[in-house]
Every structure is written in C-alpha cells, then in structure tokens.
C-alpha cells in the first residue's frame, strides 16, 4: 500500500452515464494529480492541483471535470466520454508539488461502452 | 517538449541474470529522474528517485544512474528474481517552478523466466 487509495477499482459506464472517479491520501501531502494510462501510450498528466488549487490543466476535454476539496481529497467527475476514454486513470500525490517522491494509487480500470 | 523514450520495449532473461534497463530524455532540464515499477493492472510503486545533482541512487539490487548532461539513465538490476517481472517506467519532473508533474516513458515490459 502506498498510502493512496482510488476508488472504485473498476468502473464501466455508458456514454451517456455521469461518475466519478475518488482517490484519497493520509500523508500529509499538499499536491495531488491524476494521470490517464492508455494502452501502448505513455503515461499522460491530466491536472495538478498543489494547496487545493489546480495548477495545471493539460489540455484534457471538458468531458473530465476534477474537484478537490481539501489536501485529502481528489475527484475526477465524468461525464458524457467516448470510448476512447477507456483507461487506467492513476491518482498521485506528493509532498509539495513537483519535488519529491510522487505516490500512486492503484488506479481505476475505466471503460466506457 | 520533453520526451522520455525507454528501450527496449520488452525483455525476458533467465533467472539470476544481471540486467540494465535504458531511459533517455530530450530537455536535460530536469529537477529529478524516477524509476517505477508497474505490475500488471495495478498502480506505480516508485523504486529509486535521482536528483538532478546526483549521478546514482542505490537500493537492494537497484542501481539507477543518471547522466544529466546526455540525456540518459539507466537501472540495473542484479541477479534477476520471477519476482522482478513487470513494467519499469522512467519518469522526469522539469525544473523552473511552475506546474509540475511526471512526464512518462512507455516502459520495458521485463519478464525474468524461472
């Protein structure tokens, strides 16, 4: 366990569906992310929030909403995606943003049909 | 843009050999360099982190180097286990403040045979 934890584990959903996506930490960190693994693709950063504030944004559709509500949580609201979108989505944080050991959650196997 | 590139794809070896997983960057701008390992459908467990004024970190049978000014790093891993199959991942973070976060290699897809 590396102290972060996303939920659910899987999650299919049809185009039309609205979910979220949760990921948790304990440890004391101040910058959390989410990252989108797709097949045979390099992993790709999404958002960075550092004190609650999102820092970055790269790119990604409208369709991916994140929220976070305090340093502990991070959410991945969804809404309307494609099947393309079906991935791993992994949740990170780390300490302070962009320097220090980076932990991931086990991610959440998305696929939309 | 940064681009992390790793070779090989994927390898399979005998148990017991030594071996050495390859990453090389594009911007040798980087503030640190990060080895993971990746098992299959699951999350990242971060192995060694490099920083940018280090040349190698060491643990176990890990060994990562980094030669900043080239645009490389390599992992070696000493006598090879079954357990050790998995996905590696390089990953940089980029200096200058600002956003931040990892910016990935595919990864080498090793498979150490019994």
């Not at chain 1, 979220?20 to 004391?28: F, V, W």
């Not at chain 2, 030594?18 to 640190?32: E, G, H, P």
């Amino acid at each position: 366990e590396t102290g972060v934890t996303q939920t659910p584990r899987h999650l299919v959903m049809g185009m039309t569906n609205k979910k979220s996506l949760k990921c948790e930490q304990h440890l004391g960190h101040n910058a959390m992310y989410w990252y989108k693994q797709s097949a045979k693709k390099p992993l790709e950063l999404m958002f960075v929030y550092s004190l609650e504030e999102r820092v970055e944004n790269n790119s990604v559709p409208s369709r991916f909403s994140p929220e976070c509500p305090n340093s502990s949580h991070l959410f991945l609201h969804l809404h309307t995606l494609q099947p393309e979108d079906s991935a791993l989505y992994l949740c990170a944080s780390s300490q302070v943003q962009g320097s220090l050991w980076a932990f991931f959650g086990q991610g959440t196997r998305l696929t939309v049909v | 843009k940064q681009e992390v590139t790793q070779i090989p794809a994927a390898l399979s070896v005998p148990e017991g050999e030594n071996l050495v997983l390859n990453c090389s960057f594009t911007d040798s701008a980087i503030y640190n360099l990060q080895w993971f390992r990746q098992d299959p459908g699951k999350g990242l467990t971060s192995l060694l982190l490099i920083q940018s004024s280090q040349r190698e970190q060491t643990s176990g049978r890990l060994n990562a180097s980094l030669d900043k000014s080239s645009g490389r790093s390599t992992l070696y891993i000493a006598a090879s286990q079954p357990g050790d199959s998995a996905t590696y991942l390089c990953a940089v973070i980029h200096t200058g403040g600002g956003a931040d976060g990892l910016t990935f290699g595919k990864g080498t897809h090793l498979i150490i045979q019994p």
